[in-house]
């Protein structure tokens, strides 16, 4: 059990960010200007017991993709209360266990998603207008103007696979060049503008100009799209992969593209990607001068790299201060209001029947009054949160860590 007492002003400064591998400054400004002043930054990933060392004393780590946060390096981070992942993937941190320890553990899922986006909408003019092959011709020193298979996008339709975040943006960025937006969804969506929704995902296919992806990666959407998936576009369509690397079947779309059924395709993501920028990257598509290759750059600006800064260090910020943990990747969620003029306990055990009941009757034989409790759990652990009167709150604090199945606890003043 740990028990942790933090969040009185005073306090705040002496809590330790912990921020590696060049995360961006704006995550520092949020945290400074919350408080949360003690912020030591690493400009890469560490490893072993480098990274054991500097998490040592640590309060809120926060890492980018190439930081491990392992079994291991989360055990001998005593004094961990959430870790951020200035990212979109939580791969690197071993989720369970974090969850295990009473570590939630954000991340930035949204962050990006106005600049993949933009990239698709310039990547549908570009294709539609046959830009990749003269580019290529001209690098090459030749030079071919025609107007052939060229074409306006103002009246043909953008078909978009997987209507959320991304998909909606580029469905109202698309209609403001005049484009009709169809689109498909497993779940029922709000379409926006003018937007419609098709049948199936055949009939979505048969009717698209250009088809986009943006699709998460699950057992369903792999391989998606396959050679009929593709045999059902258009004649002289386009496809568009921004999703992940593992949705289209590249021998498929080879083959469309070398029979001409596909006039040309935009994909940003693999199912192999290079390790680093110094790994070889090799693929079909390469010989395609009508293919626009990018190496999953979709997301990669700098206004999504404030964005993330600032998305997930509030998050870290909002647990710190105020025990919410909405949209915790590994944790129960709880939406909490403030607690002006209460203290706020928040209590972290192992879902197993009877907790909360010991925790109230404890409490309760304390003569301390609950003004007010929130709770959640999930399939490892239940989340507390319990407002009391200021002035008991340190005794309330002693009797709740005294809890059976109590993984930690800790008070907000
Ligand atoms: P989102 O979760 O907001 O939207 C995904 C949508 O796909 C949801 O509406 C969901 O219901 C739908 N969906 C799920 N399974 C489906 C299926 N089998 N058929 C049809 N629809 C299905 O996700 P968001 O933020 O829009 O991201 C979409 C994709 O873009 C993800 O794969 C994400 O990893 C990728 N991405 C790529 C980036 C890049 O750099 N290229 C950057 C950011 C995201």
């Known amino acids: 059990m740990i028990q942790q007492s933090i969040n009185s002003s005073a306090a705040k400064n002496q809590l330790q960010a912990v921020l590696f591998e060049g995360i961006h400054p704006s995550a520092v400004e949020a945290l400074q200007q919350a408080g949360y002043t003690r912020i030591v930054t690493y400009a890469k990933a560490l490893s072993g ?3 054991r060392d500097a998490m ?55 962050s990006n998603t106005r600049s993949v986006a933009e990239l698709v909408l310039a990547q549908i003019i570009m294709l539609m207008r046959g830009i990749p092959e003269k580019n290529a011709i001209l690098h090459r020193g030749g030079w071919v103007k025609s107007a052939a298979d060229s074409y306006e996008v103002r009246g043909k339709t953008l078909g978009i696979i997987g209507y959320g975040h991304i998909g909606t943006q580029i469905g109202v960025l698309a209609e403001q060049l005049g484009m009709r937006v169809v ?5 029922a ?5 003018n937007a419609q929704p098709m049948s199936s995902l055949e009939a979505l ?16 959407t792999t391989l998606m799209i396959g ?7 258009k004649p002289g369509s386009h496809l568009i992969n921004a999703s992940r690397g593992s949705v289209v079947d590249i021998d498929a779309l080879t083959a469309a593209l070398e029979s001409r059924h596909l ?37 990669s600006t700098l206004e999504a790299q404030v964005n993330i800064g600032t998305e997930v260090a509030a998050k870290l910020i909002r647990y710190g201060s105020n025990g919410s943990t909405t949209s915790a990747v590994n944790f129960p969620e709880v939406a909490l209001p403030g607690h002006a003029g209460r203290s706020r306990l928040l209590h972290i055990h192992h879902n197993v029947p009877g907790v909360l009941a010991q925790v109230n009757e404890l409490l309760s034989a ?16 239940g989340y507390v949160v319990i407002d009391v009167d200021s002035a008991a709150s340190q005794s309330a604090l002693d009797q709740l860590c005294g809890v059976s199945h109590t993984i930690r606890c800790r008070i907000l003043y």
């Open 263 to 299: 006039h040309g395709a935009a994909i940003d993501v693999f199912p192999v990607e290079p390790q680093g920028n110094d790994s070889a990257f090799a693929s079909p598509l390469s010989r395609f001068d009508n293919v626009i290759l990018t190496p999953h750059i979709g997301g």
């Open 366 to 381: 304390a003569g301390i009054n609950i003004a007010a409790q929130y709770l959640s759990t999930n399939e490892g652990v």
């Open 56 to 110: 040592a004393e640590a309060h809120f780590v926060g890492v980018r993709s190439r930081t491990q946060l392992t079994s291991e390096v989360l055990q001998h981070a005593t004094h961990l209360v959430a870790v951020g992942c200035f990212c979109i993937g939580t791969n690197q941190v071993d989720l369970r266990e974090a969850m295990r320890l009473g570590i939630p553990v954000f991340n930035a899922p949204f």
């Open 227 to 233: 050679a009929a998936q593709l045999a059902a576009m």
């Open 189 to 193: 969506k709000l379409p926006l503008g």
């Open 183 to 187: 689109f498909s969804d497993i779940e």
């Open 205 to 220: 296919l048969n009717t698209a100009d250009v088809v986009s992806l943006h699709v998460p990666e699950t057992p369903e």
């Open 49 to 51: 017991s480098e990274l």
